[in-house]
């Protein structure tokens, strides 16, 4: 198992971030990425995610990230995955169904 671990990084602007997620996005850290998310999403208006260097992810984790991108909706934010995120999680989220959502942009 690998613990998860969180960067987050303020733009220029001051408006956008990027938050980089490495490790396991599993039942067992998804009180981390959820405390990073809400976070990252309070201190701007756009939040790029990059989920590049996650090894794993589950149903509960995808199901926080559905949740994240509806609540910075709600709040007129903006929430996107980089264009590099990585295999293990575009399958798991497809396997899942949610890709069927018009939440995702797999570049």
């Not at 934010?77 to 399958?91: A, F, R, W």
């Amino acid at each position: 198992m690998s613990n998860p671990s969180f960067e987050f990084r303020l733009g220029e602007s001051g408006k956008a971030g990027l938050l980089t997620c490495s490790g396991e996005l599993n039942i067992q850290y998804v009180a981390e990425l959820k405390e990073a998310l809400m976070d990252a999403l309070g201190q701007v208006e756009q939040l790029a995610l990059d989920l590049e260097q996650v090894t794993d992810i589950d149903l509960s984790g995808i199901q926080l990230l559905y949740s994240a991108f509806q609540t910075a909706q709600e709040d007129k934010k903006q929430l996107k995955l980089t264009d590099n995120c990585s295999l293990v999680v575009k399958h798991a989220i497809e396997d899942s169904g949610y890709a069927n959502h018009h939440w995702l942009n797999f570049g």
